[in-house]
T-cell receptor
Framework: QKEVEQDPGPLSVPEGAIVSLNCTYS??????FMWYRQYSRKGPELLMY????GNKEDGRFTAQVDKSSKYISLFIRDSQPSDSATYLC?????????????FGKGTKLTVNP | EAQVTQNPRYLITVTGKKLTVTCSQN?????MSWYRQDPGLGLRQIYY???????DKGDVPEGYKVSRKEKRNFPLILESPSPNQTSLYFC?????????????FGPGTRLTVL
């Protein structure tokens, strides 16, 4: 089993829809969970950063982490065409003086006007 | 403006010709990393640095070298590039995890090795 699994999509939704993006992972030592958005020909930009299980909300974006199920989600409410991008989940393990960061392969989202 | 800069943005070279991709950040971040992004494989960490003179291997370090002689710069060195190093490369800097860990990516360097 890969350390981080993410459905690559593509995912196409109408404007205003609620979008659900998900990742599963196998390494129970991951402590930090992140979602990045990457527009075409650009570097990833951090959307959400969480440390523990539970929900974190920022505007139209909600990140959920369920450590017991090794499952994280990103919800986008009232999706907009400007949300069209590739979304990457990422997980980090920090032990002593080293860290391990693993990305999912990304889900390509298109929001149609 | 807080930013991570990379140079060059595009590079076409030939097998075996040493090259360096520079990375610089103006946010006084201790953590810096290099990634490569390939279709179907996603974003993979090459090397990272937790502070000046402290570097460690990521998932795919073979064929790459890094140095961190000063806090703001973290160059990626390909001593003898090969075609399988053709990729899109990103540099990133961040605060330590215990301080939030927000990570900033550079604009990317598209490298082609012939």
């Amino acid at each position: 089993q890969k350390e981080v699994e993410q459905d690559p999509g593509p995912l196409s939704v109408p404007e205003g829809a609620i979008v659900s993006l998900n990742c599963t992972y196998s390494n129970s030592a991951f402590q930090y969970f992140m979602w990045y958005r990457q527009y075409s020909r650009k570097g990833p930009e951090l959307l959400m950063y969480t440390y523990s299980s539970g929900n974190k909300e920022d505007g139209r974006f909600t990140a959920q982490v369920d450590k017991s199920s090794k499952y994280i989600s990103l919800f986008i409410r009232d999706s907009q065409p400007s949300d069209s991008a590739t979304y990457l989940c990422a997980m980090k393990e920090v032990t002593g003086g080293s860290e391990k960061l693993v990305f999912g392969k990304g889900t390509k989202l298109t929001v149609n006007p | 403006e807080a930013q991570v800069t990379q140079n060059p943005r595009y590079l076409i070279t030939v097998t075996g010709k040493k090259l360096t991709v520079t990375c610089s950040q103006n946010m006084n971040h201790e953590y810096m990393s290099w990634y490569r992004q390939d279709p179907g494989l996603g974003l993979r960490q090459i090397y990272y640095s937790m502070n000046v003179e402290v570097t460690d291997k990521g998932d795919v370090p073979e064929g790459y070298k890094v140095s961190r002689k000063e806090k703001r710069n973290f160059p990626l060195i390909l001593e003898s590039p090969s075609p399988n190093q053709t990729s899109l490369y990103f540099c990133a800097s961040s605060l330590p995890p215990q301080l939030g860990g927000t990570q900033y990516f550079g604009p990317g360097t598209r490298l082609t090795v012939l």
